[in-house]
Structure formats: C-alpha cells, structure tokens
C-alpha cells in the first residue's frame, strides 16, 4: 500500500519569502513522486516528478524538490513566492506493478496563500 | 495539442437519477483515468482505462462505472444518485503506455451537484 502526507493544511508566506510545502510518503516499492497545483476552478497541473533519477527535481515556475530517500519525504520549495503562486498544491505517489496502473495517490492538500 | 476535455463542466442532478460524464483525452493518449474530488476525502482515484480495457479501480461502489471507446474517449457513469455524490469529477490521460511514470494531463473537471 502507498500513501502520501502532507503536513500542514495552509501555508501562508510574504512575497518574496521562501515556499516550503512538506510531504512524506509510504510506499512499499520504490515510488515515483510528483506535485501537482490547482487553481480555483481548474484541473490539476503538474509541477515537477520524481522517477529514480536525479534526487533533486526541478519543475516549472522556480518550484523544485528533492527527494530523500532515509527521510520519506519529497518536500516542495520555492526561493521567493510569487502573488501568482497562490492555490492549492497536491502531493502524489504511484509505484511500479499491475494494481498501480494509472493510479495517483493523494495527499490531502495544502493551501499556498501568498501575502503582499 | 488540445488538453484534455470534459463534458459538461457542471452537473445539477437529484437523488436517485443517474448521470454521465465524458472525457476526452489528449490526442495519442491511450490511458484515462478518474478521480472523485471532496473536501472531506479529497481526491480518490476510481479507475483507469487503457485501449478499451478498466486495468485498475479504487474502492468505489458498483454504481459507479466507466467505459472507454476505441479512440480513447471515456465516459464514467454513476447511478442511482447519492447525496454524497457530489463532487468535482476529474479526468486525465497519460502517454502511450500508462506507466506509472507518465505524467497525468488532467482536464478542467465535471462539478456535479446532488440535490
């Protein structure tokens, strides 16, 4: 079984100021990452993913992560948030084998306000 | 390329009805899959079709179902409507081989409303 935790349901930062978003995942496999972000009234789009090779990913719009394996975790960061980086950011975890087949777990969400 | 497409984009339904939701996948995609979104469960995978065939499915009731045809284009269905259906619906496709490391291109969504 996999499954992802997200720590912290809100967020909220100054502009300019860094953006750190936790997740920790538990997979019995070795899982492959991803972040996704929704903005109000929208599908999800994907930031960045993690598929076994370089441990630090970098995604679109500054966001990167990096992937520690002893820790669990593939937190989110971002140097210096923007206004425009404000909504909802989803961590998710799928895995090799026949009953993970286009099968995304979720973390909960978690809010990114973003304050002038 | 065109995103993904769903129809319609919102959904007043009563209980008891049953309703259809349609997903049309980005163009050379052959996996779609469908997830429920609430606020108090969040988002939860309902299952995945590749080349007409379901592969996987989460932990939903027989009501809800899904059929995909021979150009990749998926309808889900959900009968005998409950009120705890209500939800935004979400769509996305994936690559040519629906691995678990392809990307997943999600679409706008489906909001449907149980009354």
């Known amino acids: 079984a996999q499954s992802v935790t997200q720590l912290g349901s809100h967020v909220s930062v100054s502009e300019g100021a860094l953006v750190l978003l936790r997740c920790n995942y538990s997979?019995?496999?070795?899982?492959?990452l991803f972040w996704y972000v929704q903005y109000p009234n929208q599908g999800l789009q994907l930031l960045l993913k993690?598929?076994?090779?370089?441990?630090l990913v970098k995604g679109i719009n500054g966001f990167e992560a990096e992937f520690k394996k002893s820790e669990t975790s593939f937190h989110l960061t971002k140097p210096s948030a923007h206004m425009s980086d404000a909504a909802e950011y989803f961590c998710?975890?799928?895995?090799?084998?026949?009953?993970?087949?286009?099968?995304?777990?979720f973390g909960q969400g978690t809010i990114l306000t973003v304050h002038p | 390329k065109a995103g993904v497409t769903q129809t319609p984009r919102y959904l007043i339904k009563t209980r008891g009805q049953q309703v259809t939701l349609s997903c049309s996948p980005i163009?050379?995609?052959?996996?779609v899959s469908w997830y429920q979104q609430t606020p108090g469960q969040g988002l939860q995978f309902l299952f995945e079709?590749?080349?007409?065939?379901?592969?996987n499915k989460g932990n939903f009731p027989g009501r809800f179902s899904g059929r995909q045809f021979s150009n990749s284009r998926s309808e889900m269905n959900v009968s005998t409507l409950e009120l705890g259906d209500s939800a935004l619906y979400l769509c996305?496709?994936?690559?040519?081989?629906?691995?678990?490391?392809?990307?997943?291109?999600f679409g706008p969504g489906t909001r449907l409303t149980v009354l």
């Open positions: 996305a496709s994936s690559g040519t081989s629906g691995g678990p490391t392809d990307t997943q291109y």
């Open positions: 997979s019995s496999v070795p899982p492959y």
């Open positions: 993690y598929t076994s090779a370089a441990t």
């Open positions: 998710a975890v799928s895995n090799a084998g026949g009953t993970s087949y286009g099968k995304l777990t």
């Open positions: 163009s050379g995609h052959r996996s």
């Open positions: 079709y590749f080349s007409e065939t379901q592969r």
